[in-house]
């Protein structure tokens, strides 16, 4: 059974190929895989009859039970049958009904087969979650297929309107079907049916899981969905509408009943819905004037009547329910097809439009006569014997004096006279001659009519062949209690008894309010019920739009600062909430750890506050950068001297970095706007820093249970080889997290040269030389230009070609040129000491970035090429491929990822020497933080200095490193 | 476990000095909110963190009981770097903005508030237009026959 599963997922993914080539004849192509299910499933009969259901599981998560579990037992079986069975003549039909048709036709093969598959995959797994995956499947498909004229609105409306409804229907389903499987410890439909579960929420998830069938069953008062799913072909109405998804709720509905049935609300619902469902389809149809939504309602109210029967919960009722499913299955699709074939060849369905189409087609009225028959409860058709069965299952029923039996009974019967009306009507609307009307001819081929012709005659098979199925139907029915003393069993003939005078009075009533017909349209009309089951869909719908409409007209102001206060004001009241809940508590504060703490804070607090309140661009930068100096000072102390040495570093290129931006813009802050909203956001402030105060004393509260890095310290040393945790800890313990980091700074130094460099990355183009033609070189050195080529080389300051003199700072230079290779020293020891004491790849390539900041302040752009000949794009990415590298070589090995290697040794000359892989890593770290610095630098230093010179051409820019220097 | 008062206080004042800074419509200011906002949160890790201690370099004679934690170090390591890398960004922003527009304020998004105030009505097509709607135009067996003949 899984097997086919696949298989029919597979063939519905190369359907839609082969569409392309063969046209409509890929449905006799794709007709083979449902007919190769049907066959399947005929050859376990032997076995599922002889009681043995046939289980497949293939274990899936184990640990969670989840499983592919399917299970075929009789009701499975029966279902299956009808399903792969109607499915493959469908398709069979189809390569006849499209004939003539392209468009679409690929996408549509395809959809048809996977809703096959997912309609089988949903009558045999024995899994409730599977059933609801399979569930939802058939619903999407059946939005696609019911949508396939696309291009027509009301095929789309009524698609959506589909979806919607029985989507809706089965979240409800899913939350019924959670709370079973929670309960009973079992995610098994046949465990659960068997040991049902008490718990006290039971009852309520066992009316959830009713919502769910009911809507996707098109029962009142979900029922108008399903008329309204007629815009789709006739094929797909025939299947999904008629045969198979439409059951789906029926089929869930039979399978629960054996456990619960007798749970509190479960009869009283089915009843109400049921017989309801039965008279408000049955008085719909018998004034429509379109076949199909005749035959539309006709199904809602066989639906009721199927859900009605399935659900109440006796031997004799599951018994008429199971001839009914297969009755209606037979004959509902075949008058689908009939209908197919007469807009197919007329182009209409309109019964006042159609005259004398029996006349014209002996076989194709025969066919539908046949059906109708089956429909109305004519002898000897199967529907005969399943209208006898289920009148007296509930004259047996009303006998042992329980009042739903009554009411079930009274219902069934109107509801048949109704049925036998819309039958009669639907005939006549169909077929017969009417005067005043022009007569159409209809010729259909054989392949057309051999569907329905096929299930026409069964339906009249299973009506002689009533004793079978009452022994194969009984094995279901069985599980329930009987309502009678004596055994019942189906058959065409019981004698002159009850049911039979029942159904003969329904028959003539039938005939009697079809022969009443015309004056009872009129009177419908008059009555047309004012509030619709579909105007309460569309009121509720339109009212969703418009709410939802005013909410976001209300929120979308188009204004950050209001989007993150109320982000903020979420914050505190969802945080404070779930604060105030809570009651643990450190347990002590005290006023701080050591006095320089208090001096430390209080710099900070009052940097902070001032810088809130600065005016200053450049003020209020270094304000901000006080506090995060302080930061580092608590770091020291606090025993965190990586930390310390990192805030330090990012403090100083932070500051850079703000200078190389804020000089061009003005000095003083909101000069166009000014501070808008000071009190609000004054409050918002409060609050959020008043939270987070409070969060910080839970957080420390709440910390109870041993900290995960216990183990480090032993990590560090004995596995990582290295002295230093927190430095193991990013390379080695934790460097999937560090390869996460390291991504950021590659997108963000990325983003950073995208939005300056905007017309291409150059920032490895220019060197000195080709730099010279700058207007600046040829403007304030012209003299020199002409022998600058020899000099190149061997100039030890490089900025004296390409800056104006009163730029220059040559002390600067000089001390720069100076420190700057001890600085790159510097980084370099940083990065592999790093191993053993404070350092490593972060605090090294920031060094670097250090050197390269001063070069280009002393030298400007020109010097930072010479400076770092290298393209910073392929710093990042080489830095990211090596400790990608390291992480994923390992892995070559058949080591976990980001296993380190330590190798040591003594060597002639060095002495001892040790490395660990993981130094390596560290390197990749080094490379994409230089590169970082080198993107910032050549970004927001050099390229806006270019595009300064570009703005100002007659006046030689400021240079920012200059600025700085000469204040 | 204890908590430091003043630490307390102090990463309080800097959120709310942050959070002040962010709710601003200059965008140098929002930038200046959000690196105070990071020094706040980097302060709130190490305060939850635990206690002072030795610096986790595991030299001679050094405890493991004696040092502060290493891992939110590594932690707020990472967010350092990160730190600057978005402020970084953000510059660039910041300097584009400048660069199009000569503006450093967050400008109101028209198509934002359009959003807001679009129509949503939508009417219900009538069962009736489905009556009328069929999938085929009139097809003649006969024509189809007469037509299959010609083409072979």
Redesign the interface.
């Known amino acids: 059974m899984l097997v086919l599963l696949a298989v029919f997922g597979i063939t519905a993914l190369l359907v839609p190929f082969l569409a392309r080539r063969l046209n409509s004849r890929v449905f006799l192509a794709s007709a083979l895989v449902p007919a190769a299910a049907f066959v399947h499933t005929v050859a376990q009969g032997p076995a599922v009859l002889a009681g043995d259901a046939v289980v497949e599981t293939v274990e899936w998560i184990p640990q969670l039970g989840l499983a592919f579990a399917t299970r075929l037992d009789v009701l499975s079986w029966v279902l299956t049958l009808i399903v792969t069975g109607v499915g493959a003549l469908v398709l069979v039909y189809c390569w006849r009904y499209f004939q ?1 048709v392209t468009d679409g036709l690929p996408r549509f093969s395809g959809f048809l087969l996977a809703f096959a598959g997912s309609m089988y995959g949903l009558v045999v797994v024995d899994d409730v979650y599977l059933l609801y995956v399979m569930w939802e499947a058939t619903t999407v498909f059946s939005y696609l297929l019911v949508g396939h ?1 696309s291009d ?4 789309r ?2 698609a959506l309107k589909a979806l919607l409804v029985t989507t809706l229907g089965g979240l409800a389903m899913l939350v019924g079907l959670v709370i079973l499987a929670v309960d009973a410890g079992t995610s098994r439909l046949s465990e659960l049916v068997a040991a049902p579960p008490n718990g006290p929420l039971v009852p309520l998830a066992v009316i959830l899981v009713l919502v769910g069938a009911v809507s996707k069953s098109a029962l009142v008062p979900f029922h108008f969905w399903l ?2 799913a ?2 789709a ?2 094929p797909v109405s025939a299947y999904l509408h008629a045969a198979a998804m439409v059951k789906a709720g029926v089929y869930l509905v039979a399978r629960l009943a054996p456990g619960f049935a007798d749970s509190p609300g479960w009869r009283e619902t089915i009843v109400v819905l049921g017989v309801l469902t039965m008279l408000v389809g049955g008085w719909r149809a018998i004034r ?3 076949l ?2 005749v035959l539309a309602y006709g199904t809602v109210a066989q639906l009721g009547f199927l859900t009605l029967l399935a659900g109440y919960g006796t031997r004799e009722t599951m018994l008429a329910a199971l001839a009914l499913l297969v009755a209606h299955a037979l004959f509902k699709s075949t008058l689908f097809l009939v209908v ?1 074939i007469i ?8 019964l006042r439009k159609l005259s004398g189409v029996g006349r014209s087609s002996k076989a194709l009225a025969t066919i539908s006569a046949l059906a109708v028959a089956s429909m109305a409860g004519l002898p000897p058709m199967v529907g005969f014997v399943a209208k006898e069965g289920a009148l007296t299952a509930f004259l047996d029923d009303a006998a042992t004096g329980r009042p739903w039996g009554a009411v079930a009974l009274v219902g069934i019967v109107a509801g048949s006279v109704l049925t036998v009306a819309y039958s009669l009507r639907f005939f006549w609307g169909a077929f017969w001659s009417k005067p005043g009307v022009e007569s159409s001819r ?4 054989v392949w057309f009519l051999g569907p329905p012709a096929v299930l026409a005659v069964a339906g009249l098979v299973a009506g002689f062949a009533a004793p079978l199925l009452d022994s194969a139907f009984a094995l279901v029915a069985d599980e329930l209690p009987a309502a009678a003393e004596k055994d019942y069993h189906l058959a065409l003939w019981h004698g002159f008894e009850t049911a039979l005078w029942l159904s003969i009075v329904t028959i003539a009533l039938g005939v009697g309010v079809f022969a009443v017909r015309h004056p009872l349209s009129s009177l419908q009309e008059r009555f047309a019920g004012r509030i619709t089951a ?1 105007g309460v869909y ?1 009121a509720t719908s ?1 009212g969703v ?2 709410s ?2 005013r909410t ?10 209001v989007y ?2 109320v982000i ?1 004001l979420v914050l505190v009241a969802a945080g404070g909430t779930a604060l105030a809940l809570s009651r643990r508590l ?9 006095p320089a ?2 001096v430390i ?2 710099i ?2 009052v940097a ?2 001032a ?2 309140r600065s005016a200053k ?1 450049f003020q ?2 270094v304000l ?1 950068g006080v ?2 100096t302080g ?1 580092a000072a ?2 020291a ?7 310390a040495l ?2 330090v570093l ?1 403090e100083i ?2 500051l850079v ?2 200078v ?3 000089r ?2 003005p000095a003083q ?2 000069t ?2 000014g ?3 000071k009190r609000g ?2 409050i ?3 609050l ?3 939270l ?2 409070l ?3 839970v ?3 709440i ?1 109870t249970a041993e ?3 216990v183990e ?3 990590l ?2 004995e596995e990582g080889h290295g ?4 430095n193991v ?2 390379v080695d313990i ?1 460097g999937w ?2 390869l996460g ?1 390291l991504s ?2 590659i997108v ?2 990325t ?2 040269a995208s ?2 460099f905007v017309g291409g990355r150059q920032d490895d183009l220019p060197t000195a030389r080709e730099a010279r033609p700058d207007a600046v070189v040829d403007r304030v050195q012209p003299r020199r230009r002409r022998d600058a080529d020899n000099d190149d080389q061997r100039a030890w300051l490089l900025a004296g070609r390409t800056l104006a003199p009163r730029q220059r700072s040559i002390l600067l230079e000089v001390v720069v040129r100076l420190v700057f290779h001890a600085l790159v020293v510097l980084s370099v020891y940083l990065l592999f000491a790093g191993h ?3 350092g490593g790849g ?1 605090a090294g390539g ?1 060094v670097a970035g250090l050197a390269l900041v001063a070069r280009y302040l002393a030298g400007g752009r020109h010097e930072l090429v010479i400076a770092a000949p290298a393209n910073a794009g392929k710093l990042l990415g080489l830095g990211l491929v090596i400790a990608g590298g390291t992480a994923a070589v390992p892995l070559l090995f058949g080591a976990d990822a980001l296993t380190s290697v330590y190798l040591s040794g003594d060597l002639p000359v060095l002495g001892h020497l040790s490395f660990t892989t993981s130094s390596i890593f560290d390197i990749g770290v080094y490379l994409v ?1 230089v590169g ?1 610095m080198l993107d ?1 630098l050549r ?2 230093g050099g390229e ?1 200095d270019r ?1 300064q010179e570009e703005e100002v051409p007659s006046e030689v820019a400021t240079h920012p490193g200059q600025a700085e220097v000469t204040k | ?26 965008m ?2 929002v930038l ?1 909110g959000v ?2 906002l990071g ?2 949160t ?3 890790i ?3 963190s ?10 001679d004679g050094v405890e ?1 009981s004696e ?5 939110p ?6 967010a ?10 953000l ?6 903005s ?2 199009l527009a000569a ?4 400008e ?6 359009a ?4 129509d ?3 009417d ?2 009538d ?1 009736e ?14 024509e189809e026959q007469r037509q299959a003949r010609s083409s072979t």
């Open positions: 003539h004229y027509r609105r009301a095929s409306v009524a008329p309204g007629m815009a072909p006739t429509e004037w379109d199909k939504l197919g807009d197919h060849k007329l182009g209409t369905r309109d209809v010729r259909a081929t579909d569309a339109r739009d418009r939802a409409a976001t007209a209300f929120i979308q102001r188009g204004s950050l600062p993150l206060g903020l450190p347990d002590d504060i005290r006023l701080w750890d050591y703490q208090a804070a209080v900070m607090m902070a506050v810088a809130a661009r209020a930068a901000v506090t995060g930061l608590l770091f102390f606090h025993g965190a001297p990586d930390l990192t805030q990012v290129v932070t970095a703000f190389l931006v804020l061009v813009l802050l909101g166009k706007h501070s808008v909203f956001r004054a918002i402030a409060g959020v820093g008043t987070m105060a969060v910080a004393v957080a420390v509260g910390r900290p995960v890095s480090y310290p032993r560090a040393v002295l230093n945790i927190v800890t990013l934790r997290d560090t980091e950021v700074l963000a130094a983003g950073i939005l300056l053993n004491a404070p972060f920031l933080v970082l910032v970004s927001l806006i595009q | 476990m204890t908590v430091s008062l003043v630490l307390l206080v102090a990463m309080a004042v800097l959120y709310a000095c942050g959070v002040y800074l962010l709710l601003e419509k200059s140098t200011r200046l690196l105070l020094n706040a980097n302060l709130l190490l305060l939850i635990g206690e002072p201690g030795l610096a986790p370099i595991m030299t493991e040092i502060a934690d290493p891992l170090q590594a932690l707020v390591l990472t350092i770097v990160i730190t600057f890398a978005v402020s970084a960004f510059l660039a922003l910041i300097y584009r400048w660069r503006e450093d304020d967050l109101v998004d028209e198509e934002d508030v959003i807001g105030t679009r949503t009505n939508v219900e097509p069962l237009e489905l009556a009328t709607a069929t999938d085929f135009d009139p097809v003649d067996e006969d």
